[in-house]
Every structure is written in structure tokens, then in C-alpha cells.
């Protein structure tokens, strides 16, 4: 299928400017930590880079994967949407087995 010249330059302009947020997401992310660490507390701290990687989650799902609500009349989000429930899955089954076999193995150590 032929791109015409008009659809490959808004493309490249989507990729620049998801270039462009993840950039400033991830240098917000490391001067935050880098240079504010000392005058936040690790609550704050921990709440700001949440906030930058969920956007940076965003951004890379719009602009990179081209994941829209209206594409493919929402097969893509629902695709997503069974990827997350998987790695839930795996992840949280993974935690709860590792945590189970720690309680149950591990005897109390005296203190």
C-alpha cells in the first residue's frame, strides 16, 4: 500500500513529538531524582516518577504504537487490554506463590 507524502509527514510529525515527550518525561524523571531528592520525601519522590511513567506509558502507546481509541473499531484496545490482564496474572500469581513459599519455609528468625 502506497503512503502518500501528506500521511508520511504527519506520521514522522507523531514520531518527533512522541520523541519529544518521552525526552522531557525522562529528564523530568532523572533531575528529579537527581537534584530534589534531598528536599522531598520518598513519598513524594515515589509519587512524581509514578506520574512520569504512566505518562510515558501514555505517550508511548499514542504515538509510538498507535494504540487510539478509534482504530480498528477497539480491537487494539481490547488486545491491550487482555495483554495487561495476562501480565496481571503472572505477575501478581508469580508475587502471591514467591510470598506463600516465604511465610511457609522461612522459619522466624529470632531477633
Not at 45 to 68: D, E, G, K, N
Not at 72 to 99: C, E, Q
Request: glycine residues 8%; charged residues 10%.
Amino acid at each position: 500500500m502506497m503512503i502518500d507524502q501528506s500521511q508520511a509527514k504527519k506520521e514522522l510529525l507523531d514520531y518527533l513529538i512522541g520523541y519529544g515527550f518521552s525526552i522531557a518525561l525522562s529528564l523530568i524523571a532523572f533531575g528529579v531524582v537527581v537534584y530534589l531528592k534531598d528536599y522531598l520525601s520518598i513519598g513524594v519522590l515515589a509519587s512524581i516518577l509514578a506520574l512520569c511513567a504512566l505518562v510515558q506509558i501514555v505517550v508511548q502507546f499514542v504515538y509510538f504504537l498507535h494504540i487510539r481509541k478509534s482504530d480498528n473499531d477497539g480491537w487494539n484496545l481490547a488486545a491491550l487490554f487482555f495483554t495487561g490482564i495476562i501480565l496481571l496474572m503472572i505477575v501478581g500469581g508469580s508475587g502471591w506463590v514467591m510470598f506463600y513459599l516465604h511465610m511457609n519455609m522461612m522459619p522466624e528468625l529470632p531477633l
